[in-house]
Structure formats: C-alpha cells, structure tokens
C-alpha cells in the first residue's frame, strides 16, 4: 500500500511558511479516528480503559485530546506523573508501570492515589517503606520467561528482558500483597513491541486469562483487572498490512468467553497501555533539503537530525519519506523515485541518517520533506548531542489551522542548567541582552 502523508504539498508549504522547520506536526482528525476506533474495538467490556503511555508522547495538549474519550495515563517516572496530574489526571486514570523505581517516584504514584504496577517483588517492602501502606488496587507485572511465538515466528525473547516477575513470584507477590491489605489485583505482560499483526493482543490476553484463572484458584484473591500493555505497532513501511484494532477486540473478546467467562470471572477489566498505536501515524517530521553532496553516495543533508528523530540511528528503523517540494515548485509527493539518496543531518555521528539508500524522486535544495509516523517515540527521545535543540511541534486541527504545542528550544534552553557556574551565567546574560 502506499503511504502517504496526512497533508497536501500546499498545506505544508502554508504551514512551513508558519513555523520554521524543521518540526513534528500532529494530526488531529487522525488521532481523534483512531480513538474512537480503539473505544469502539473494546466496546464489548464495559471497564475497558486505555492508559496512553505517556513515554511515547508526553505532549499535554495531545494527551488532553485522548482524554476527553476517557482515556487514562501510563507513566514510568515522577516528571510523567506530575504531567498528568496537571492535566488533572490522577487516581485510578494513572497506570503507574515502571522498572527500577526510585523512591520519589512511588512516593508521588502514591499520592496521586495511582495505580501501581509492581515490576519486581521486592518492590513491594521497598514501595511500604519509602511510599506507605499498600493500595487497596494493585497491579503485578508477569514475565514467562523463554522465547514469545505466535504462528507466524518469533516475536520476542521476553527471557532476555528485564521487566516483571517470574511466575512463581507474581503468585508469591499476589499473597504478599494480601496479607498487606490489598484487595483488587491486576495482571501485567507486555511480552513483544511494535508488533504488526491482529494477533498479538488475542495470544496474550489468552495467555494472562489463563494464568488470572490460575492465580484465583492458588492465592484466593479477586482479580479486576488484565492490562495487556503496549506492542499494538504500526506499518512503518509501506509494503506492511496495518493492524485492524476491531480484529484484535474481537480476538480478545473471544479468548474473554472461551477462559474467563466459565471461569465464572466476567467481570474483569481490559486494560490497554497503547502508545505507538495511538499516536504513531498522526505525527510526521517535516525538514528541508539544505545541503547535497556527491562523493562515493549522493547525500541529501536535511535540517533535522537525529536529537528530532533518534529511532533510525539507535534502533535502525525505517521511517518512510515523502518529498513534498516547495513553494512554486512541482508537487513531488506523488512523483516517481528516480534518484537513490542517503537523508543525512548533521550531527558528528555517521548513524545520523534518516534513510540509506532510499529511492525517491529527485530533491531540490529548499524542498520539503516529510519524515512519517514520528507521533509516537519521536520527539519524545529527543536528546542534545552536539548541542543540536530539540524541535517545535506544531498541531494541525480538524478544522484546517495550526496550533503551536510546544515552542523549538533556544539556546538559553541548552544553557540553563549552566546558571551554576560563572561561564554559564555569562552565556545566558549574553543570550538575555541580545533577545532584549
Ligand atoms: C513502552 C511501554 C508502553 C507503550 O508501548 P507501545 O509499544 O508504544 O504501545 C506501554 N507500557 C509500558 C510499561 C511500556 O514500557
């Protein structure tokens, strides 16, 4: 299937001539969409509640979109707690899912009466000696261990990865955290990432039904809820079929009646922690050609690089490109690719490419290009290597105009955390008088 992006050539042309690139620009009607899809997908259990992971977007005025669905939030550190309480998201709307906890941050789950998922069972004693006494709702994060394998292959090596209990602790938990008052229970497993397939969710939740029925029967607790955490991914590629969330509700809702149902416990709660699915394809990076350099490859330099847009340099993932063109130009995003190029920018760093070898139609100095689905794991990862700042992001409403949602960092951002020493004051003293 093709991909295309979510504005026409004029529109980002209007839009650049708004905003300097190079920035993330948002999708509302997009996220708005899916949504109601995801709701609607999960409508069949009446306590569904998607909690976005806030890790993969924690832009306010975006999470405040989802949250006018009921959507809750999942964060992993103090600063993704604080966010949410400020949007007034707290209780049980806050999944508090993190590894390796510092106590500030159990401390202020706590406080904002969250939920917390207990990553590691000695997590429960640390959490009653730095937060207080255990919540009446608590949640406990699985790990099988072994390789993840559905019909189709492998989908990931959970025996590898760091996160949850084993499943003889989660059981030692459940009755540790009894005996401490607890009296509703969650189970949690996110056992394979970005996967692109309808039957991820439906394998998994069989597999946490299975073991909920299990738990009930050895420890006697009652079970409220099953969170089947992130995974749902996105077609970054073009030739990729995209999941079908109404499959994937259905496959759970199977898997619902055929183990839980006769099991007598209809009245657990479906849990999701999507972030990628929920944002992903309803961001986009839009840069400009600036520099082209023939030597052994012909490069494209662009004025983005990867502190806007790590994923192709850490993890080398693919994100696809459209050339746009610009103003008075041709409309290239529909032109056939007749050139091979390497998207570069300009960090000290040879990873910092956006594509390698990628074949696109020919690119102009001044040319726009857009970088697809960067709404989820995109600015979010941004960083500051060579002192690059990160970018603005920039919300095209469903009617048509631009909001800005959050401003590009200045140089002042990058020097503040100098104030403590004589050179750092005197930057930001020299930045202050030039800007007045
Ligand atoms: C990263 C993460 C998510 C979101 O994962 P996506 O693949 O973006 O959907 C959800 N829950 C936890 C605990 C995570 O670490």
Redesign the pocket.
Known sequence: MPKYPFVTKDQVVEIAEQFPTPFHLYDEAGIRRNMEAVRDAFAWNPGFKEYF?V??NPNPRLISILHEYGCGC?C?SDTELMLADALGIHGHDIMF?SNDTPADDFRLARKLGAIVNFDDITHIEFFERVAGPIPETVSCRFNPGGLFQLANGIMDNPGDSKYGMTREQLGEAFRMLADRGAKTFGIHA?LA??TVTNEYYPALARILFTLAVDLANETDVHIGFINL?????IPYRPDQEPNDIRAIGEGVRQAYEEVLAPAGMNDIKIFA?????MMGPYGCLVTRAIHEKHIYKEYIGVDANAVNLIRPAMYGAYHHITVMGQAGGPDKSRMPATRTYDIAGNLCENNDKFAIDRELPEIDMGDLLIIHDTG??GHSMGYNYNGRLRSAEVLLREDGTCELIRRAETPADYFATLDVTPTGRTLLAQLTRKES
């Open positions: 992971a890790k993969a999942d992993s899912s996110f990432s970005n955490s992130g995974g749902v991914g922690e999507m972030g990628r699915f989820a794991h």
